[in-house]
Nanobody, 124 residues
């Protein structure tokens, strides 16, 4: 199983970015997916998750209303649409997946597979 994150970059505050996570070696429709982020000197934190059946989405309070998680099972890819970006959103963003997923969707330990991270930098 491999997850490949991409789409990070430098953007001004208020701007938008779309991150992608291409999955291989698995049947994505059976996996709960998530995005986490980690800023320098800080712990990895939960951003958003989407259950394998698609009926539940979860967001950290800090990104609610600004970020959207989605998936395209046919392309074996999932996405993080980010808008109204703030300097405090600056971090390395990691995609994650787990077969069917856990009730503890916001815990990094609940995900077996991880992408390598893509850097998002928001300038003020």
């Amino acid at each position: 199983v491999q997850l490949q994150a991409s789409g990070g970059g430098l953007v001004q505050a208020g701007g938008s970015l779309r991150l992608s996570c291409a999955a291989s070696g698995l049947t994505l429709r059976n996996y709960s997916i998530a995005w986490f982020r980690q800023a320098p000197g800080k712990e990895r934190e939960f951003v958003t998750a989407l259950k394998w059946h698609g009926r539940r989405k979860y967001y950290a309070e800090s990104v609610k209303g600004r970020f959207t998680i989605s998936r395209d099972n046919a392309k074996s890819t999932f996405y993080l649409e980010m808008s109204s970006l703030k300097p405090e959103d600056t971090a390395a963003y990691y995609c994650a997946a787990d077969l069917y997923g856990s009730a503890f969707y916001s815990r990094a330990s609940s995900y077996a597979y991880w992408g390598q991270g893509t850097q998002v930098t928001v300038s003020s």
